[in-house]
C-alpha cells in the first residue's frame, strides 16, 4: 500500500492505495466520485477524462499513485458555487448528449482543449477531441456546443 | 370534441432542451456499474479462450484460495438452475435451436464464452483468482465459413444438432398472392442483373460496458442491469430460472446506449441474478470493454445473392433475394428474426410485380448475432440501392431517373407493396428534389466529369440512397403472424398529483433518446399543464410495471401515442368531475389549455389542477365517480409506419493511395410530424455515424483459429469527430394518418439510409476503372486493391494465410484477391 494526498474537486483526501490501483477506480470506488466513467480498457475512448493539475487526462491510463500531491477535477467539481461551466452548459443548449455516457470525459476533454485554443475552427475541435468517442451523437452537436462554449468564454473575458 | 383537437401543439414542434441534461453535464448519473450495495460482492468470468471446445476437466477450487474470494462455479454447478437462455422467435416451426447454457458445462461454441465465475470482495480480487480455475479443453474443429458450413460432411457447430442450418424461411410473393410469378418474371426480363454483396460482421459498441447487480434481500429479488428491455427481461429471468415473476424486479436505470446491443437476455444477467440468489448477498458485474467486444452479440454478417430483372428501359419486373445469415454459436433473443424483418423491405420504395425471398440461418462458431440499430433493414436497403445503381450502370441510366421511374408515387399512398405491406404516406419525389438542392448534385456531377476528363488522381463519386422502412415495431398481430413471441404494444399511464403535477409512467425504456423530454411535451399539450411540471418515469418494474421496452424505432410511434391515449382518458374523467364542480352539462365544456370552461360563459372554468385537487379531497364527487382522474392506457398499433429520405453523399477517392474521404453528406428525412425537432435531428446525426462507420470502417474479424482479433477500441474502429463530416440535415412532414400524432419514427433511419449512400459513392468514383462493388469497409487497402486487381471488390481485409483471414470474409466466390 503506498499512502497518497490528493485534492479531488476541492476536497482534500489522505489514502492508502494499492500501488496498481488506477485513479479512475480510486475515484469512482473510493471517493464515490462515480460520475467519471470507465468505457474502455484501451484508453481509446476518454469516457474517464479528468483533469489533473489543470491539464486533461484519461484517468484509465494514470495510477492513483502518480496523482499524489495534484490536484484532480472531474465533472463533478466542474460546476462552480451551482453554476455550470460555459461547456455543461453548451452541451445542454446544442444537444452535445444523448445517452450522456461519454459526457463527463467529453466535457473535461473539450474544457482543456478550450485553454489551448479559445476560438476552434470546426476542424480543430474535430481534432481536439479525437480522443474522446461518443457512439450516440455523430459528434456535431458536440463541435457545435464546444465552440459556442468558446465563444460565451471569449465573450466573458471581454466582459 | 376531442382534446387532441382542442390544444394549441404549443409544446409539440419545440425544440425543448434535454430535461435529462440536467444529470448528466455534473456526473450525477445513475448507472448501474454506480450502484453499491452493503456487503456486496464482485463477480469476474472466466472465458473460453477457444473458439470451439470440449471442456473436458475443470476445477474452480484452486479460485477459492485467492485473497478475499468468497465462491467460484463453472457451469457444472449451476447446470440445474441456469435453464437455457431464450429465443422468443421461433421463425420457423422445425428451426434448429441449440442449447444455450449461460455459463457452458460441456463445450463451447465461440471464443469468449463464459464457462466459470468467481466472486470476491473486490472487482481486481474476483479477476486475480480466475487465473487459479483449472480448465483442459479438447480442440474442435472450427467453423468460421457460412458458405463453406452449409456444404455436405461439414464440421458442425453443434454435433448433436446434425447439421449447420438452423432454418430456412421463405417469402414468395406470388404464392402469398401480393405479387405474380418470380420464375415468370425473370423468364421474360430483358434485363437481369446479379450480385453477391457481404455484409460485414458488426459489433453494436455502445459506450457503457454491461453492468448487472442483484440484490436478493427482501422477498423480491432486484436486478439492476444496463439493458433496452427491463420488461422482457424481467419474464425472461422468471421463465428462464423458474423464479416465479412477481418475486423479480428488474430496474434499467441510466443505461449508456444499446442500439439493438442491449436488446437481450444476457449470460451475464442470468449468471449474476443465479449467484446472487445463491449466495443471498448483493453481487455486481462489469463487463471490461474487451469482453464486451468479445462476448455481447455482434449485428449483420449476411452474404447477399441478389437478382433484379428488369426492361431494357429500366422498370423493375422482379427480385430474388437469397440470404445466408449468420447466427453465430447461438440464438439470442430475436437472432433469427432480424434476417426475417428484412425480408420485407427489400422491396424498398419500388414499385414490382414480383418478389421472392430466402434465407438460411447458420451456426457458426463465433458470437451470436442479434440487433443492431435497424436490424434486418439495414442490410435490405443497402442490397436494394446498390442493385438499383448496378441496374442503372447496366442499362447506361442515370442512377437517379431508374429510382424516379420505379417508385412509388406520393399520390399512390396508401399502397401496398409485393411484400404485402401497406405504406401510409410519402412523397419521394419531394424529398429528393429537396435533397439534390441541399446537396448541391449537379454541380457535383460536372465537378466528377472534370475530374475524370482531367485523369485528377483524386476523384468524386456521388452516392444515393432513396430508403424507407418500417418503424413502430409493431402490431402485434403481425408478430404473432411471424411467430415472435410477444405483443408489440406499449403501455403508459398518467397520475394526477394533488398539487397539479403530473407523473407520466412509460413502458418504453430509454438509453439515451430523450423520452423524459418528449413525454412532457406531448403531455404538456395533452393536458395543458406546464413541460416542467410533468416528470417521466420509466424503466423499473415495479414503477412501470407494464411495457415492452425501447427498439425498432418505437418509442414514440407506439409508446408516445400510449401516452396520449391515457391523457385522453384523463380529461374525459375529469370533465365528468368539473361538469359536477361548475353544475352545466358535461357537453357544454370546453378543454382548452388545461381548463374546463362552459361554452359561452368563458369565465366559468375549472383548470385541470383545481381537478385533481378536488379529485384528491373527494369530498363532492359526482355520484358514484369513484375519486381518481389518473389513467392508464395500452396501444396496439395497426399497422407500422414508414419514414423515408434522401441521401446523397459525394467521395473523394485518393485513387493512387485508396483513400476516401467523404466530401459532402446531404439528406432529407420524412419522419412524419415532429415532436422535439433537436431530439430528432440528434438521432439522424447518429445514425448517421453508424451507418457510415458500417461503409468505411467497421468490421469484426475472426482468425482462422476463430478468435475476434478486434477486441478492442484499437482495433474495432468505432469512428471519431475526425473521421465523420459534417452533415447537411432536413426534414419533410408527411404526417403519419396511423396515429393520432401523425409520428413515424426516426432511431434507426440515419443507419439505414447512408451506408448505401457511401458505398454508391465510392462505386461510382472506381466505376470508370472497371470496378462494381467494393466490400464493406471499404478501407485504403480494399479501395486500392479493388482498382489494382482487376474484377475484386477489395477482397478480405487482410491478405490470404494472415492472421485476420477467415470467417465471412473468406469467400472463395469473392473477387480476385
Keep these: 500500500m503506498n499512502r497518497i494526498h490528493v485534492n479531488v474537486d476541492g476536497v482534500s483526501y489522505t489514502d492508502d492505495v494499492e500501488p496498481r490501483q488506477l485513479l479512475v477506480y480510486y475515484l469512482r470506488d473510493r471517493l464515490g466520485k462515480v460520475g467519471t466513467v470507465v468505457g474502455c480498457d484501451t484508453s481509446n475512448c476518454g469516457a474517464c477524462t479528468v483533469l489533473l493539475n489543470g491539464r486533461s487526462a484519461k484517468s484509465c491510463t494514470v495510477l492513483a499513485v502518480q496523482a499524489d500531491g495534484g490536484e484532480v477535477t472531474t465533472i463533478e467539481g466542474l460546476a462552480e458555487n451551482g453554476t455550470l461551466h460555459p461547456v455543461q452548459r453548451a452541451f445542454h443548449e446544442q444537444h452535445g448528449l444523448q445517452c450522456g455516457y461519454c459526457t463527463p470525459g467529453m466535457i473535461m476533454a473539450s474544457v482543456d482543449l478550450l485553454k489551448d485554443n479559445p476560438d476552434p475552427s470546426e476542424a480543430e475541435v474535430r481534432e481536439g477531441i479525437e480522443g474522446n468517442l461518443c457512439r450516440c451523437t455523430g459528434y456535431q452537436n458536440i463541435v457545435k456546443a464546444v465552440r459556442a462554449a468558446a465563444a460565451d468564454m471569449r465573450q466573458g473575458v471581454q466582459q | ?817
Excluded at chain 2, 265 to 279: A, D, H, M, S
Excluded at chain 2, 396 to 415: A, C, Q, S, T, V
Design chain 2, 1 to 817: 370534441m376531442t382534446v387532441t383537437d382542442a390544444v394549441p401543439a404549443a409544446e409539440i414542434g419545440q425544440s425543448r432542451r434535454r430535461k435529462e441534461d440536467a444529470r448528466l453535464i455534473v456526473g450525477r448519473t445513475r448507472w448501474t456499474d454506480n450502484i453499491t450495495l452493503p456487503g456486496m460482492l464482485h463477480i469476474a468470468i472466466l472465458r473460453s479462450p477457444m473458439a470451439h471446445a470440449r471442456i473436458t476437466s475443470i476445477d474452480v477450487s484452486p479460485a477459492l484460495e485467492s485473497p478475499n474470494v468468497v465462491a467460484a462455479f463453472s457451469g457444472r454447478d449451476l447446470a440445474a438452475e441456469q435453464g437455457s437462455l431464450p429465443c422468443a422467435w421461433p421463425v420457423t416451426p422445425d428451426m434448429v435451436t441449440p442449447d444455450h447454457p449461460a455459463l457452458a458445462v460441456d463445450e463451447v461454441h465461440f471464443s469468449g464464452e463464459a464457462v466459470a465465475v468467481v466472486v470476491a470482495r473486490d472487482r481486481a480480487s474476483a479477476t486475480d483468482a480466475l487465473e487459479a480455475i483449472e480448465v483442459e479443453y479438447e480442440q474442435l474443429p472450427v467453423v468460421l465459413d457460412m458458405e463453406e458450413a452449409l456444404a455436405d460432411g461439414a464440421d458442425l457447430v453443434h454435433s448433436d444438432k446434425g447439421t449447420n442450418r438452423s432454418f430456412d424461411w421463405i417469402f414468395d410473393a406470388g404464392e402469398a398472392g401480393t405479387g405474380t410469378s418470380t420464375d415468370e418474371a425473370f423468364a421474360n426480363a430483358e434485363v437481369v442483373v446479379k450480385r453477391r454483396f457481404v455484409q460485414q460482421r458488426l459489433i453494436p459498441a455502445f459506450m457503457e460496458p454491461r453492468a448487472v447487480v442483484c440484490d436478493p434481500t427482501g422477498d423480491v429479488l432486484t436486478l439492476w442491469s444496463s439493458t433496452q428491455v427491463p420488461h422482457i427481461l424481467r419474464l425472461m429471468l422468471a421463465l428462464t430460472t423458474g423464479t416465479p415473476e412477481h418475486q423479480v424486479r428488474v430496474v434499467a436505470p441510466d443505461v449508456g446506449g444499446g442500439f439493438g446491443g442491449k436488446l437481450q437476455v444476457t449470460p451475464e444477467e442470468v449468471i449474476t441474478f443465479i449467484v446472487g440468489k445463491r449466495l443471498g448477498r448483493p453481487v455486481k458485474y462489469n463487463e471490461s470493454r474487451s469482453e464486451s467486444l468479445l462476448a455481447a452479440h455482434h449485428g449483420r454478417d449476411q452474404i447477399q445473392y441478389l437478382e433484379i430483372a428488369a426492361t431494357r428501359d429500366g422498370v423493375v419486373q422482379g427480385l430474388k433475394v437469397k440470404l445466408l445469415a449468420d447466427m453465430g454459436a447461438y440464438l439470442g433473443l430475436v437472432t433469427p428474426g432480424v434476417p426475417i424483418l428484412g425480408a420485407f423491405m427489400f422491396p424498398a420504395i419500388y414499385k414490382m410485380p414480383a418478389y421472392r425471398f430466402e434465407c438460411t440461418g447458420v451456426f457458426t462458431t463465433k458470437a451470436w448475432t442479434d440487433a443492431y440499430r435497424g436490424a434486418g433493414r439495414p442490410e435490405a436497403t443497402f442490397a436494394i440501392e446498390r442493385l438499383m445503381d448496378e441496374l442503372a450502370a447496366e442499362l447506361g441510366m442515370d442512377p437517379l431517373e431508374i429510382r424516379e421511374k420505379n417508385w412509388i408515387k406520393h399520390e399512390e399512398f396508401p399502397y401496398t407493396t409485393v411484400a404485402g405491406l401497406e405504406y401510409d404516406s410519402g412523397n419521394y419525389e419531394a424529398a429528393t428534389a429537396k435533397a439534390k438542392e441541399l446537396f448541391g448534385y449537379d454541380a457535383l456531377r460536372r465537378e466528377q466529369q472534370e475530374r475524370r476528363d482531367r485523369k485528377d488522381p483524386v476523384q468524386l463519386g456521388i452516392g444515393i440512397s432513396t430508403f424507407t422502412e418500417m418503424c413502430g415495431l409493431a402490431p402485434s398481430r403481425v408478430l404473432g403472424s411471424l411467430s415472435y413471441g410477444a405483443g408489440g404494444w406499449e403501455n403508459a399511464s398518467i397520475r394526477m398529483l394533488p398539487s397539479g403535477k403530473v407523473e407520466v409512467v412509460t413502458g418504453s425504456s430509454p438509453h439515451g433518446q430523450g423520452h423524459e423530454t418528449a413525454w412532457s411535451q406531448i403531455v404538456a399539450d395533452q393536458l395543458g399543464v406546464p413541460f416542467e411540471d410533468v416528470q417521466v418515469l420509466h424503466g423499473d418494474t415495479a414503477v412501470s410495471p407494464r411495457g415492452l421496452d425501447t427498439y425498432g424505432s418505437r418509442s414514440l410511434a407506439v409508446g408516445g401515442i400510449a401516452v396520449v391515449k391515457a391523457a385522453e382518458k384523463v380529461v374525459q374523467k375529469a370533465r365528468k368531475i368539473a361538469a359536477h364542480m361548475l353544475e352545466a352539462n358535461e357537453d357544454d365544456l370546453e378543454f382548452t389549455s388545461g381548463a374546463f370552461a362552459v361554452r359561452g360563459t368563458p369565465d366559468a372554468k375549472k383548470t385541470i389542477q383545481e381537478i385533481a385537487l378536488a379529485t384528491f379531497a373527494a369530498h363532492d364527487l359526482p355520484d358514484g365517480m369513484e375519486p381518481s382522474i389518473d389513467a392508464d392506457a395500452t396501444y396496439d398499433p395497426d399497422n407500422f409506419s414508414f419514414p423515408h429520405g434522401t441521401h446523397l453523399c459525394a467521395v473523394e477517392i485518393d485513387t493512387e493511395t485508396g483513400h476516401v474521404g467523404i466530401r459532402k453528406y446531404a439528406c432529407v428525412d420524412d419522419i412524419g410530424n415532429v415532436v422535439n425537432p433537436l431530439i430528432a435531428e440528434g438521432q439522424i446525426h447518429g445514425g448517421l455515424a453508424q451507418g457510415i462507420a458500417q461503409a468505411l470502417y467497421e468490421e469484426a474479424i475472426y482468425d482462422s483459429d476463430g478468435n475476434l482479433t478486434t477486441g478492442t477500441f484499437v482495433d474495432y474502429l468505432v469512428p471519431s469527430a475526425m473521421d465523420l463530416p459534417h452533415f447537411d440535415t432536413e426534414h419533410q412532414s408527411t404526417p403519419a394518418p396511423g396515429n393520432p400524432l401523425g409520428v413515424k419514427g426516426v432511431g434507426e433511419a440515419g443507419t439505414i439510409a447512408s451506408t448505401p449512400a457511401v458505398v454508391n459513392a465510392v462505386v461510382d468514383a472506381l466505376r470508370p476503372f472497371g470496378v462494381n462493388d467494393v466490400r464493406m469497409p471499404c478501407t485504403p487497402e480494399r479501395v486500392w486493391r479493388a482498382l489494382n486487381e482487376r474484377g475484386s471488390d477489395g477482397g478480405d481485409r487482410a491478405a490470404e494465410g494472415s492472421i485476420a483471414y477467415g470467417g465471412a470474409q473468406n469467400a472463395p466466390a469473392a473477387g480476385g484477391a
